[in-house]
């Protein structure tokens, strides 16, 4: 590695960049720890606690907004993609509800953004010049046109790399307007102003992301904000977060009704019996008979299973029979011919 930053210095040749040799570095730097993290993971599951769950529904901030000027660095919990390869496969058949952490997750980090911007906004309030409400409603106008063209040329940016010509064009002809509409509200704005506090760079908070704009912005610094990766980081949080409050609501609404109809069968089923006892209690006679019937019903069960369970027995019982039925015809012969004998 020596060696490559030292023919960098030296103006050779050479086709590894210093970022790329930085990154390498990092790297580098990182390799010693992989094998215990591999290990790690390979040992839990999705559905471990200490795997990120906005990651496993691709929305966690730290992969949305890496690489930007609010990167946030390593999340502090497991990002693995084939954890969420399984979560998809299984989240088909059962559903683990981790829409409420995810939502929880982006709540928490939407709203220390909100804090941020708050504390800006009164920052800028404290450190720009005091102007009446009228030149502030101008001025607020010029930073909405100014939004307006950013939007609009970040789209027609994003049609140009489709390879979308003719809609491209219609979205620049929005522009021009736009562009017209932005000079009328300057020249409004610079005849409510004096000269000297004109030119003073007036900056507001993107609502969005909590970053400065200027009031005199050109269009590619407004179209690199718009359409920066930070802005629309944000925007994909944001909408993700309405997105998990809905499903969150839906079910949970859901589980409501299902628990609210599994309690209905429980009551009904209560008051049946409850029905069944009283109905009982008024005929005891007939219960008392049921109960007689039922216990005379299992005696000759009991009756039968004993003889199924000892066919030794049942044969001795049938060779008795037989003896004892032969002896009986023996002894009524004998009897008879004796009889017979005391007449003669």
Not at 224 to 230: M, S, T
Not at 232 to 260: D, H, P, S, T, Y
Not at 301 to 310: A, E, G, Q, V
């Amino acid at each position: 590695m020596p060696g490559i930053l030292h023919k960098w210095k030296q103006g050779t040749a050479f086709n590894v960049s210093m970022p790329a040799y930085f990154s390498l570095q990092g790297s580098v730097r990182k390799a010693p720890h992989s094998p215990s993290r591999d290990t790690t993971r390979q040992r839990i599951k999705f559905s471990d606690d200490r795997v990120c769950k906005s990651h496993l529904l691709n929305c966690c901030p730290h992969d949305v907004l890496s690489g930007t000027r609010m990167d946030l660095g390593e999340c502090l919990k497991v990002h693995d993609l084939a954890l969420r390869a399984d979560y998809e496969i299984a989240s088909k058949e059962q559903d683990f509800f981790f829409e409420l952490d995810a939502m929880d997750h982006l709540q928490s980090f939407i709203a220390d953004c909100d804090r941020r911007t708050e504390v800006a906004k009164k920052r800028l309030a404290e450190t720009q010049e005091e102007i009446s409400a009228e030149v502030a409603a101008k001025a607020e106008r010029v930073h909405e046109l100014n939004e307006e063209i950013g939007k609009l040329l970040a789209k027609v940016e994003q049609l140009g790399a489709e390879g979308n010509v003719e809609e491209s064009q219609k979205v620049m002809d929005e522009v021009e307007k736009a562009r017209a509409k932005k000079r009328e509200a300057e020249e409004v704005y610079r005849n409510s102003m004096p000269a000297s506090s004109f030119q003073q760079q007036k900056l507001r908070v993107c609502e969005v992301c909590s970053a400065y704009l200027g009031l005199h912005d050109n269009d590619r610094r407004l179209a690199d904000h718009f359409g920066g990766k930070l802005h629309l980081g944000f925007i994909e949080i944001r909408e993700k977060l309405e997105e998990l409050k809905r499903v969150v609501a839906e079910k949970q609404e859901k589980r409501n009704q299902e628990r609210l109809k599994r309690r209905e069968e429980r009551e009904r089923e209560e008051r049946e019996k409850l029905r069944r006892s009283r109905s009982h209690s008024k005929n005891p006679k007939r219960s008392s008979k049921e109960r007689f019937r039922d216990q005379d019903l299992a005696s000759r069960d009991r009756d039968r299973n004993s003889r199924d369970r000892s066919p030794g027995d049942r044969d001795r019982k049938d060779k008795k029979r037989s003896y004892e039925s032969a002896n009986g015809r023996s002894e009524d012969r004998r009897s008879s011919e004796e009889r017979e004998a005391g007449e003669i």
